[in-house]
């Protein structure tokens, strides 16, 4: 009887971390960034009875100024992606919510919600909106729609997660070459992609020789809220002072107001 071939165990796949570093001397506040990510992601217009507070927002672009010097600065905010203390993970009473140990990325899964919001409440950054309609579009706008991103219905929490749909298309691509990892800069959210000052640089953390390790570990990098030990994965940078402040605190001081992009 002939002896059967040992088919060979493929190599573990790599650990990643992925995040990325921001930096906030180069934003100008134009808001490609927002628009990519409600494109990419199949977000859709409010009807006429939203407001801020029920709109969905994946990322937000916050102006802060300085009341006294008039002084702007402008911050994206998205999921900080957190990894040592996660949240939101933490509070999910149906695991809708899950850090994926192989990329560090925190996955939402709206098939899983049942809309009680208590990450919404956990969540330090206010990085998560609440689906209050189900989604529409005008007529024909649905064949404009990213076929690789379902929308979700209402009733549900919303959050960026780094574009997870372009991570799978990645290594589906890799998979058809023969490989099990990918490499630096096949894998790009929408936001990074779009914009035009190349304030955001993504890659992997894990990779001491990537671009954004290197910025991360920078004196003037910093992330938001670093005292609350979440161990977000979205860093920051700049040179003013009262920027990286304001970070600390986590909100305007006294003599600095921020709004809503």
């Avoid at 009807?47 to 507070?53: K, M, Q, V």
């Avoid at 799978?168 to 096949?186: I, M």
């Avoid at 990074?192 to 920078?218: H, M, N, W, Y």
Wanted: proline share 9%; aromatic share 6%; glycine share 8%.
């Amino acid at each position: 009887m002939a002896a059967q071939a040992k088919i060979p165990t493929p190599p573990p796949q790599k650990q990643r971390r992925y995040g990325m570093v921001i930096d906030l001397d180069r934003c100008t506040g134009c808001g490609a960034c927002m628009t990519a990510c409600a494109v990419e992601n199949n977000v859709p217009s409010g009807p006429p009875e939203a407001d801020e507070r029920k709109g969905i927002n994946l990322m937000r672009v916050f102006t802060v100024r300085e009341r006294n010097s008039r002084r702007t600065a402008f911050i994206p905010i998205l999921c900080m992606q957190c990894g040592d203390r996660t949240p939101c993970e933490t509070v999910c009473p149906q695991q809708a919510v899950e850090v994926d140990p192989l990329t560090g990325i925190v996955e939402q899964m709206p098939q899983r919600c049942l809309g009680c919001r208590y990450c919404m409440a956990a969540c330090p950054y206010q990085a998560r909106t609440f689906n209050w309609w189900d989604p529409a579009w005008p007529a024909g706008m649905e064949t404009t729609l990213n076929p690789g991103v379902a929308p979700r219905m209402r009733g549900v929490v919303e959050k960026c997660d780094l574009c997870h749909s372009r991570l799978h298309a990645a290594e589906d691509r890799a998979a058809a070459e023969g490989r099990r990892d990918l490499n630096p800069g096949e894998y790009v959210p929408a936001c990074v992609e779009a914009c035009p000052t190349q304030a955001i640089v993504f890659g992997d953390l894990a990779d001491k020789a990537s671009e954004v390790s290197r910025l991360a570990a920078q004196p003037e990098s910093f992330r938001w809220l670093e005292r609350l030990g979440t161990g977000p994965k979205v860093y920051y940078r700049t040179r003013r002072r009262w920027v990286r402040d304001l970070a600390r605190q986590g909100g305007a001081a006294p003599n600095q107001e921020v709004t809503r992009g």
